[in-house]
């Protein structure tokens, strides 16, 4: 046994870019730092450009610990011309909505164009409706989503910032799939 087997104990490890994208005020940032810190910031801040969090991730089933690099981008529209060097070389897309907006459910089909207009279009990707804890609010429903998560090719999950709902399921989903891309690729 040679030392690199001790200190990874027979694991792979891998670093991945993983961009999450959708409008402003979808949750972005608050899903990633829920995820990470398991806190919920009480306070919208908007993401200036571009917040990066790198996030090991263990798939045991894999046999695997993945590091994500997620490269939370800006919804605001001041910050588009940023895209090109944000999107670059992403290896996975977590697109981002919030189930109480209509106008950002629809304005996924316009981050997705962005992403495939820079060659991300056959990359793994995953749609998500957050805020399911505003239920009376919702407007989104899950038929709408389920179309658009089939015209996208990105399985759908809902969650919730806030409740931690289906959090560290989505995060474990995205590396799940960027592993499986990746390896398959080789």
Do not use: C
């Not at 001790?6 to 991945?16: A, K, L, N």
């Not at 999107?87 to 909505?97: C, E, P, S, T």
């Not at 009376?136 to 409740?163: G, V």
């Amino acid at each position: 046994m040679s030392n690199s087997d001790i200190v990874f104990q027979g694991r792979t490890e891998s670093i991945y870019k993983v961009i999450v994208i959708g409008d402003p005020a979808v949750g972005k940032t608050s899903l990633l730092t829920k995820f990470v810190t398991k806190q919920m910031e009480q306070q919208y801040l908007p993401t200036v450009g571009v917040n990066i969090v790198k996030e090991p991730i263990n798939l045991e089933v894999m046999n695997a610990t993945v590091n994500l690099m997620f490269w939370d981008v800006a919804g605001q529209p001041q910050f588009y011309m940023l895209h090109r060097p944000y999107f670059n070389g992403a290896d996975g897309m977590i697109l981002v909505f919030d189930i109480t907006r209509s106008s950002t459910f629809s304005n996924i089909n316009n981050w997705y164009s962005t992403a495939v207009k820079y060659g991300l279009s056959g990359i793994p990707r995953i749609l998500i409706g957050n805020k399911i804890d505003l239920k009376d609010d919702r407007k989104i429903i899950m038929p709408m989503a389920e179309h658009l998560s089939e015209k996208l090719n990105a399985p759908y999950f809902e969650t919730s910032a806030l409740t931690g709902d289906n959090v560290k399921l989505i995060f474990h989903k995205i590396a799940e799939l960027v592993y499986k891309f990746k390896e398959e690729s080789k």
